[in-house]
């Protein structure tokens, strides 16, 4: 029987920090990459399209630089992320699956700069789209990037793959009483000022409908669970 999927075209937004996944003096991890990438194919090969938004924070963040302009630092992080991008890109050349790095801040010799309408041409043919350097602009993170690149390209959901498997009550880390939470709204997020995603991003994504699912990444295989629908982690509506 062919597994049924939730999502034709999905948005994965992956954090910095996940490629860097239990490296304490690394930037990458190469290995736990590997298996990103292998459930990224697992979900092409049951139809699902695929684009990425990459973070940078394991190797810098606008603030970052406490003592420089504020839109200097913020392009270091943009470029950052293209370092990731290329990452990911290598490791989908070496399991076959075709992908695209596409840039909001033009970079020609390295990757293609981002063109909506050849974006979604891209995912049409089955390639994965990973874009890089968050919306091109300072002063808005790569959760905002997610967000609207989701609307640009008219993707079913937002799927944000993070160290912590869901959004709770309070921080797991540090309150033992912390309780995750299985749905909540945009508005849950806004005014309780829960710090899953930035302001911004919780407010585009109110605006503009869209759907986003917070699951963990320790188990890779929970991207293909979330494209089928299981309920890991947590809904925002």
């Not at 091109?136 to 967000?147: I, L, Q, R």
Request: glycine residues 8%; charged residues 25%.
């Amino acid at each position: 029987m062919q597994t049924q999927i939730k999502y034709k075209r999905v948005l994965i937004k992956l954090s910095g920090e996940a490629l860097a996944h239990g490296i304490s003096d690394g930037i990458l991890n190469y290995d736990f990459l590997e298996k990103i990438c292998l459930a990224i194919k697992k979900c092409t090969e049951l139809g699902v399209q695929v684009a990425l938004v990459v973070g940078a924070g394991n190797i810098w963040r606008g603030r970052m630089g406490d003592k420089m302009d504020r839109t200097r630092a913020d392009h270091m992080g943009m470029l950052a992320t293209v370092i990731n991008a290329l990452a990911i890109q290598d490791c989908f050349a070496t399991i076959d699956v075709p992908s695209r790095v596409m840039t909001a801040i033009a970079m020609h010799e390295v990757a293609e700069p981002y063109i909506r309408n050849r974006a979604v041409h891209h995912l049409e043919k089955g390639d994965v789209v990973i874009f890089g350097c968050g919306t091109g602009c300072p002063f808005f993170s790569t959760d905002t990037a997610a967000m609207l690149r989701a609307a640009e390209i008219n993707a079913d959901v937002v799927m944000m793959a993070k160290n912590v498997d869901g959004v709770y009550t309070s921080d797991p880390k540090t309150d033992p009483s912390a309780v995750r939470l299985d749905e909540l709204s945009y508005m849950d997020i806004l005014s309780k000022e829960l710090r899953v995603i930035d302001s911004t991003a919780a407010s585009f994504g109110k605006d503009n409908a869209i759907p986003l699912h917070i699951f963990g990444i320790t188990d890779p295989d929970n991207l293909v669970r979330a494209v089928c629908g299981e309920k890991i982690g947590t809904i925002v509506k």
